[in-house]
């Protein structure tokens, strides 16, 4: 076997493997094979003969490698990927996140557009493309007071209530990363274009797709395990019986991570599925914020994020938003009622409604028997 020192060009031949899907959950053969023939890029290249010679591979395994490798396929995903500027991280990268390296098929590259942030501590809040009232505020509060102790929300790009979600976390300031069923140089669905260009420059979006990949309805169930890969517990919102966010809930009980539900009305096609999946005992139900850390950053009470924690009383009151400063100063002439207030920001009354119960639980603000809020001594 001829070796190459050369391992510039190492990242693309892994990204071409990974776009056949043949070693898909094979991780630790092409590690093999790697140690083997010196490098991913010679094992990419090698001839028939040597392929037979290492004895990782079966004959139909032989067969397999030599139909669909496409000898010009690195060399045309590089030029993409530094033409679009997207960056590529492979499975053997330390930057690879460590929880999606623990599931049975993880990707063998991701396509970054952005920054990744830390994955260490990711939530996933996902749900239906039509949620109603309830949903939107639901999932805006959750994200908004995950973000706000620390954590960084994922989901899937989609309109509803991902759109709510990417949306709320930036809002509050953090980060967040979009994971999309097509490339991430595609903008889907097209009338979240500006949100993913805002996500890219305060978040990460994340693809096993190459770039140009069109999103095709296939695709999203499989992007659906990286979601919940990548996060310790997924949050479903609202999802009706054949709901795509249930399939992310499945996932992440296959791979032993937490699943969380907001229980909703039972007359409403909604919430089925998040009421079936606490009914059957596979989500937990969760009614705040601090429901999820309890479970899942248990440590962190009277600490960072311990302002979500009930009782903490250990932690100095949290940092105000610039949106939440407004408020405060608008309360301190005295209390006001919700559409008073949205009325002098200029917001909607879900959005104020979300914010509102968010400073109530910083206890930054109070509500009287009037329905009016005030502003905490």
Not at 156 to 178: K, R, Y
């Amino acid at each position: 076997m001829v070796k190459t020192n050369d391992n510039s060009k190492e990242k693309f031949y892994w990204a071409a493997l990974g776009v056949s899907k043949t070693f898909s959950g094979h991780g630790e053969l092409l590690l093999q094979l790697k140690e083997c023939f010196g490098s991913i890029r010679d094992f990419y290249g090698a001839s028939e003969k040597e392929l037979r010679a290492s004895g990782l591979l079966s004959p139909r395994a032989v067969e397999r490698v030599l139909e669909i490798r496409d000898r010009d396929l690195p060399a045309r995903l590089e030029e993409s990927c530094s033409r679009l500027g997207i960056g590529l991280i492979t499975l053997e990268d330390k930057e690879y996140p460590p929880l999606l390296r623990e599931i049975r098929r993880p990707p063998l590259a991701l396509y970054v557009k952005g920054t990744l942030p830390d994955t260490t501590q990711c939530v996933a809040i996902v749900g239906s493309r039509l949620a109603d009232e309830y949903g939107r505020k639901s999932a805006a509060w959750f994200a908004r007071a995950l973000t706000e102790a620390g954590l960084t929300v994922v989901s899937g790009g989609a309109q509803g209530i991902d759109t709510i979600s990417h949306e709320a976390s930036l809002e509050a300031g953090g980060t967040t990363i979009s994971i999309l069923g097509c490339g991430v140089d595609i903008p889907y669905p097209y009338a979240n274009r500006d949100l993913f260009k805002t996500i890219s420059k305060r978040g990460a979006i994340l693809s096993e797709y190459p770039p140009g990949t069109r999103p095709e309805r296939y695709h999203f169930p499989e992007r659906n395990r990286i979601i919940s890969g990548i996060c310790r517990g997924v949050l479903v919102v609202e999802a009706s019986p054949r709901s795509g966010a249930l399939i992310t809930a499945e996932y992440a009980a296959d791979e032993g991570r937490s699943v969380f539900c907001i229980p909703g009305n039972i007359y409403s096609p909604m919430c089925h599925g998040p009421n079936d999946l606490i009914r059957r005992c596979q989500g937990i139900p969760v009614l705040e914020p601090a429901h999820i850390l309890e479970e899942l950053f248990p440590r962190w009470q009277g600490s960072k994020g311990s302002n979500l924690f009930p009782n903490s009383g250990n932690r100095p009151a949290a940092e105000c938003t610039a949106t939440e400063r407004k408020i405060l100063d608008y309360l301190s002439k005295g209390p006001a009622l919700p559409e008073e207030i949205a009325a002098f920001l200029g917001r909607g009354p879900l959005d104020m409604h979300v914010y509102l119960t968010q400073m109530q639980m910083k206890n930054m603000v109070g509500r009287d028997a009037c329905g009016r809020w005030f502003k905490s001594d």
